[in-house]
């Protein structure tokens, strides 16, 4: 059996940590509408930190596309700045994942160079050699991953290290596509991927972590439909968010509009390919699009909260799962009840964002018993 490096298990928890704590905060800045608040990247008005006055903006373009407000750009800044200190940590556990590898640790180094060149050629508006650079890096990322096995956790470190990069490219695109609902619902799957995969890292590292049970085949499928599941809602709620839907019911529970199905439109509500340019701070679509998507999310939450509730019955019925099993469905409930308190008492930031933080937690659990559970050899 192969034994990680010394404290391998320790960082990938520390960076787990981080990934989920990135994830929230990031729901708060969304969410307290500061996701624009720096209209330059990775620079915040020309600046590494941000600026505090006017006075100190170093890019005076920048004020051309948004005024600066100083309250909402430490948020978005600050966001950009653990994702910098993530990637160094996911960084750190694929050059040691990858430290017996032949040209492994030349290989990740020389991918992260490539990647990282392209962010000054970015800055200075060289477009298509900064793009070439870091699909470079990328492509160098994947073959790597393709080639290695994962016993020694050099694939899985190396695929993270390649999801955490296009997680950037997403974070980017979010600030210079003004808020595309496709992008910044595909970079919410990114932050929740990054943590799934640090998750099982984690798990993977951590020595007698596996929960050997007899019926763990058929546990794993209710586990991989759960995960399907919530994957799907995790998008609709991102959907959702950026399509500033989320109160297109009002505040009526569980009917809508004091209808259970009031006029909406589907086909409006979910066009995923939009017009680049547009600022959809504060949404573009009329009423009825709008519900269709705040009806998905809704009927989605349903489908979701009885698979979980009848998983986690089937793992407290299981002995050895009775805490997990408990867990889950606690988690959902909550989740469940967040959902419901942010239509009735109109979105208020700290639930919205405790509702991003349940679908993390439910996320981990998930993840982490795949990660975990084994039949008996």
């Keep these: 059996m192969y034994v990680p490096a010394r404290h391998f298990n320790r ?40 600026p505090s006055q006017t006075s100190e903006i170093a890019d005076a373009g920048a004020t051309a596309i948004r005024s600066l407000e100083p309250g909402k750009a430490w948020r978005e800044q600050s966001h950009r700045m653990l994702v910098g200190t993530l990637g160094v940590m996911i960084f750190s556990l694929a050059l040691i994942a990858a430290r017996r590898r032949r040209f492994g640790i030349a290989s990740i180094v020389t991918a992260s160079a490539l990647v990282g060149g392209s962010i000054p050629l970015y800055i200075g508006h060289h477009y298509p050699i900064a793009a070439a650079l870091a699909l470079l890096g990328e492509s160098l990322l994947f ?7 994962n016993e020694d956790f050099s694939r899985l470190s190396t695929i993270t290290l390649m999801v955490v990069v296009l997680q950037a490219v997403l974070g980017m695109w979010t600030v210079t596509w003004l808020l595309l609902p496709a992008v910044v619902m595909s970079h919410l799957l990114g932050g929740m991927t990054t943590f799934a995969l640090l998750t099982v890292l984690a798990w993977k590292a951590t020595p007698n972590s596996d929960l050997v049970q007899g019926i763990a085949p058929k ?36 009917t809508c509009q004091g209808q259970w199905w009031p006029a909406h439109d589907f086909r409006e509500g979910f ?64 989740q469940v009840a967040l959902g419901i308190s942010n239509v009735v008492l109109s979105l208020p930031l700290w639930v919205a964002t405790a509702h991003t933080a349940g679908a993390a937690a439910l996320l981990f659990v998930i993840v982490g018993l795949l990660a975990r559970l084994r039949a008996p050899e």
């Design 143 to 149: 073959v790597c991953a393709l080639r290695w096995s």
């Design 271 to 334: 066009v995923f390919l939009r017009t680049i340019g547009v600022d959809y701070e504060g949404g573009v679509l009329d009423g009825p699009a709008r519900v269709a998507i705040q009806l998905a999310h809704r009927i989605m939450a349903v489908l979701l909260f009885g698979h979980l509730l009848a998983t986690g019955i089937r793992m407290i019925r299981t002995p050895g799962l009775l805490f997990w099993g408990i867990v889950l469905i606690v988690l959902a409930c909550a």
């Design 219 to 254: 546990l794993r499928r209710l586990l991989w439909v759960s995960l399907a599941l919530l994957v799907v809602q995790i998008a609709l709620g991102g959907w959702t968010s950026s399509n500033y839907a989320a109160l297109a019911c009002g505040n009526d529970f569980p």
């Design 11 to 50: 960082l990938a928890w520390a960076a787990a940590l981080l990934a989920f704590a990135i994830v929230v905060f990031g729901a708060f800045v969304r969410l307290s509408n500061a996701g624009l608040s720096c209209p330059d990247w990775p620079t915040c008005y020309g600046r590494a930190a941000w």
